[in-house]
Structure formats: C-alpha cells, structure tokens
C-alpha cells in the first residue's frame, strides 16, 4: 500500500504565496511522474503540473505557468509546488498524485494510480 500525504494549503490573501508539499509512503517505488491537480467547487478536477521523477521534466497547466513552479526530492520521495502570486480563481483542493509508469498524457487523471486526500489552498480578494 502506498500513501501520499499533501500538506502546505491554508488560506492567503490574492498576490500571496504558499508551498504545498506530497510526501509518499509505505511500499514507495521509483515514480516515473508525480502531479498536482485541483478541484474547485463545483468544478471538474483539473491538471496543474506534473513532473518526471528521472530527467525531472516539468508539464504546466497554461493557467498556471509563470507562477507556480514544480520540484523533487528522489531521496524524500517528496514532491513540492511552490505558488506564487495566487489569485482567488487558484482557490480549490488540491492533490497529489503518482505513476509508476510512463503515462501517455501526464494531465490525464486516469494515468495516475494513487492519490492524495488533497489539502485546501483558500485564495481571498
């Protein structure tokens, strides 16, 4: 069984920042790609970045680039999203989310295996 653990979400004013980490446990494997996706009220679940565990490719959401930044640590089995200049339109739940295997479409949610309980990011006006 694996586990993944987001933490890091909380409630912030509009131009502020917060970093979200996803720390997995449990029979923990070599990801091939690790992402985050968020899901607003009353909204889809949709894709925010994603990342190559080997190479560390990075794949950004159009929404989102320029402003939120993805990285790895191998050794933690950690993967972090730094948020910079949020905006109330960024305020949903996030997850992570892993594949151990190379995923045709990385902002596709059936590639990905395991999931995450997900954490709030809250972005007030």
């Known amino acids: 069984q694996v586990q993944l653990v987001e933490s890091g979400g909380g409630l912030v004013q509009a131009g502020g920042s917060l970093r979200l980490s996803c720390a997995a446990s449990?029979?923990?494997?070599?990801?091939?790609?690790m992402g985050w996706f968020r899901q607003a009220p009353g909204k889809e679940r949709e894709f925010v970045v994603a990342?190559?565990?080997?190479?560390?490719?990075?794949y950004y959401a159009d929404s989102v680039k320029g402003r939120f930044t993805i990285s790895r640590d191998n050794a933690k089995n950690t993967v972090y999203l730094q948020m910079n200049s949020l905006k109330p339109e960024d305020t949903a739940v996030y997850y992570c989310?892993?594949?151990?295997?190379?995923?045709?479409?990385?902002?596709?949610?059936?590639?990905?295996?395991?999931w995450g309980q997900g954490t709030q990011v809250t972005v007030s006006s």
């Open positions: 990342i190559s565990w080997i190479g560390g490719y990075t």
């Open positions: 989310a892993a594949t151990p295997i190379v995923p045709g479409d990385y902002a596709l949610i059936s590639e990905y295996d395991y």
């Open positions: 449990g029979r923990t494997r070599s990801w091939y790609g």
